[in-house]
């Protein structure tokens, strides 16, 4: 293989910044080149975090934008509104930026503010792509910058999308019911992801008010051409990572298992990170755990009249630092299994 690609990672000692480490470190094209970390600055990888010892001898440096100079492409793995402050100078300086925050996500100025708070870089909204890569596969190889989707729309919106653009929803009937690991709060300290609060425990939250909604309907509003609205709520379960969507939805037609099988196959056609379960069988979070694998299964019910799609996908790794990195080789011409091909984790 031709020289390494020079990468940086801004925000590398979050937990999704330290699974990009963990895919980063292995990736056969990759020579990592700094990594920050307003905490542990000044600090070795390997002291924070002993099991990356032998692996990264980098340490952690301030989140300054001059690290830009001579890396290719540098991962943003900040805080929402963190990120636009900090993008606009790393593609200034000839980096190509894949951010993890939500910021460059939404085409509308008016609908990120909505949901988050004033964004500083509208400009470069319209040029980020979105980073789905079964959805905008052709879009991402000249990419300056994408926006990474995330954990619940990945999980939602690869659930659903053949279904909405077949039309065989109805396209205002639309609920995601979803559990997630508590890794998904993140790494900060916090009493309500905490051990006891957490532990033999199972409860909604941000009922009809979670702001990964408006990114579910405007993708899967874009794949089918038309508004479409999903209800959607979250669930905290007592597991660190993985997220489970059971999605429903009302049918527009008399459908069989074996024919929504088919669609979705025709569908994600030449996929590699789409597993589609026969009829009768199920995905499970730990079937995907530590991958780049999104595993749907079906169910028609008949007697309702209504589809029931189990979505199963990593919080971490396909709904952050994996998809990233399948973004990544999509964006560098790489083959794009390249560094993603792993089993999942054991339990």
Sequence with gaps: MKNPIRVAVFGASGYTGLELLRLLARHPAVELTAL???EYQGRRVAEVFPG???IIGLPFVAPEVELAKGVEVAFTAVPHQTAMGLVPSLLAAGCRVIDLSADFRFREQSLYEKWYQPHTAPELLKEAVYGL???HRRELPTARLVGNPGCYPTCVILGL???VKARWVDLNSLIADCKSGVSGAGRGASLTTSFCEVYDSFKAYKVAEHRHTPEMEQELSLVAGEQVRVTFTPHLAPMSRGILGTLYGTLTQPVSDLEVFHLYQEFYHNQPFLR?????SWPATQQVR????CDLGFKVDRER???IVISAIDNLARGAAAQAVHNFNLMLGLPETLGLELPPLTP
């Excluded at 589609?276 to 009768?280: N, R, S, V, Y």
């Design 133 to 135: 890569p079964e959805l």
């Design 276 to 280: 589609l379960h026969p009829p009768g």
């Design 305 to 307: 009249n209504r589809i």
């Design 36 to 38: 920050t970390s307003r």
């Design 52 to 54: 990356l010892a032998g």
């Design 161 to 163: 999308a053949p279904l």
């Design 290 to 293: 530590g991958t780049n694998f």
